[in-house]
């Protein structure tokens, strides 16, 4: 028995399709081979030509997004029958894990991306990219709208269509700032590349802006108040990495000011670190304490200004304001505009990120699949299908099922089901024989045979193991 990646179950969705047979898609994402980001953007490999008619009409295959869903689909792709188009507004392929380094010189950006142009260029199959941004989906029409990001073009027209066969969707999400004012015009965020390299700059700037002379303590101390709104994984490591930075590199550079640096982590929460296990949550609080990172719990942001953020303490309801120099937001995502018009489009409102079933086809669309940040898998439930799956192993028709029966099918269920697997390893289940033997009671493996009732009973806690996969790089390896 084995698990099934997303890319199997993907490209198994495109095989139960005819027309789309032949494209193989297996899991083969890798961090990327890292190389220079000046050559990720001044990359010379001009655009590709649009694949040469040879009268054979290709299938268009789409891809929204060159992140961690997009590249890794891209990266799988070897059947030359497609003709696949790459739209997105970034050329380049970004580590995202890496960029809490990036924003205090840890690792330096070149080293975290990789061109998308790189990577497609040593597949036999026909790619082209655009850079671009889609702005709209008719899914009805089968087309995606986009616009350049570039100056000119050259019949001076920004905007174009494209059509396709197939869409993939893998944009990806943005910053969730819950509609906090002030927050997009003063807060930085952390997710691309960009973002991280303007986080390094205002610091060095914020240290020589207090280093000048004529500055009043307080207003020394503010410009070096250094505020992280979030402690999720990157809100806690980007405070981490800023200590370190500020303590290990700048105060040697800038003794005079060391005195004023301050940084203050912002949750809302009771505690940082909350969706792991509870030992690594107590570590970090510890640590930030000793090492002077004032860690403020139950403080909700309610406001940003250009100097002061906000926060209402939960509990008495208290608001308190404070003087900042940099504040970094970094409180989750939220669905992208483009992608919440798209939803409202097929029917899928009331919804963060757009439903798809486990082959990751868009609920209630045609021909698009969506994958990675921007999606959410509804998966189905064993106990929504379990008369189908007797019928179907229950080969002889006898309306029992023995062990041997059901293990000519399991492979298919558990690739269907992935709570089927999970559910085996949590009990600590060799094999299937162990789960129904347990529904039957005392009788050896090969005696176990059982009727429709019981075959229920035996997997009738089987989708307790269901989970919403986090948005998470991981996920999507
Ligand atoms: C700082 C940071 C650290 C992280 N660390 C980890 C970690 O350690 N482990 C982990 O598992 N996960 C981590 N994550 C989460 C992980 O990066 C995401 O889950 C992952 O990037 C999601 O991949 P994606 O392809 O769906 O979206 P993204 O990687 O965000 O890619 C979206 C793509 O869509 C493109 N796009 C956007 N808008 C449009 C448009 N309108 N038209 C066309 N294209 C568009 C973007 O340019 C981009 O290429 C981290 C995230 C961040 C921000």
Not at 137 to 148: E, F, G, P, T
Not at 224 to 244: I, W
Not at 263 to 285: G, S, W, Y
Request: proline content about 3%; charged content about 25%; hydrophobic content about 40%.
């Amino acid at each position: 028995m084995r698990s099934f990646t997303f890319y199997e179950r993907f490209s198994r969705a495109f095989n139960d399709y005819p027309s789309l047979s032949k494209l193989i898609i297996i899991s083969t994402v890798s961090g990327g081979g890292l190389i220079a980001y000046s050559e990720a953007n001044a990359s010379s490999d001009a655009y590709k030509a649009a694949p040469m008619d040879t009268g054979i009409k290709k299938k268009k295959v789409v891809v929204l997004g060159t992140g961690w869903a997009g590249t890794s689909f891209l990266k799988s792709l070897n059947n030359p029958s497609y003709d696949v188009q790459v739209i997105s507004p970034r050329n380049y392929f970004a580590f995202t894990p890496l960029l809490p380094s990036v924003t205090c010189g840890t690792v330096e950006a070149r080293s975290i991306v990789e061109p998308v142009r790189n990577i497609v260029r040593k597949k036999n199959v026909d790619v082209s990219f655009w850079e671009a941004e889609c702005f709209k989906i008719d899914a009805q029409n089968k087309k995606v709208y986009c616009r350049s990001n570039q100056n000119t073009s050259v019949n001076g027209n920004k905007e174009f269509a494209v059509d396709y066969d197939y869409l993939v969707i893998a944009m990806g999400a943005r910053p969730n700032t819950f509609n906090t004012p002030g927050v997009e015009e003063n807060c930085h965020f952390l997710k691309e590349v960009e973002d991280a390299q303007r986080i390094r700059r205002t610091v060095i700037d914020s240290f020589e802006k207090a280093s000048l002379p004529d500055l009043s303590d307080e207003e020394r101390k503010r410009i070096l108040h250094f505020v992280v709104v979030g402690g999720g994984p990157t809100g806690v490591e980007f405070a981490a990495e800023l200590h370190d930075f500020v303590t290990e590199d700048l105060v040697k550079l800038y003794p005079m000011v060391k005195e004023s640096v301050k940084i203050t982590l912002l949750e809302a929460a009771d505690h940082i670190l909350n969706m792991f296990d509870q030992r690594i949550t107590v570590f970090a609080e510890d640590k930030f304490q000793r090492d002077g990172i004032d860690v403020k719990l139950g403080s909700m942001v309610v406001k940003v200004t250009d100097k002061e953020i906000s926060t209402k303490v939960r509990g008495n309801g208290e608001t308190n304001s404070m003087p900042y120099g940099m504040v970094v937001w970094s409180t989750g995502i939220g669905t992208r505009p483009i992608v919440k018009d798209f939803m409202k489009q097929i029917g899928q409102t009331n919804r963060r990120a757009l439903a798809t079933d486990e082959w990751l086809r868009v609920e209630g669309c045609d021909n698009v699949y969506a994958l990675g940040d921007c999606a959410t898998i509804n998966q189905r439930r064993v106990m929504e299908d379990i008369a189908a799956i007797f019928s179907k192993a229950d080969k002889d028709n006898s309306g029992t099922l023995t062990v041997k029966e059901f293990q000519e099918v399991i492979k298919d269920i558990c690739e269907r089901y992935p709570q089927m697997e999970l559910y085996l390893k949590n009990k600590k289940m060799g094999n299937i024989a162990d789960m129904l033997k347990e529904a039957k009671g005392d009788v050896a493996k090969e005696a176990i045979e059982l009727n429709i009732e019981e075959f229920k009973k035996a997997l009738s806690e089987v989708d307790t193991q269901m989970k919403n996969l986090p948005a998470t790089a991981q996920v999507l390896h």
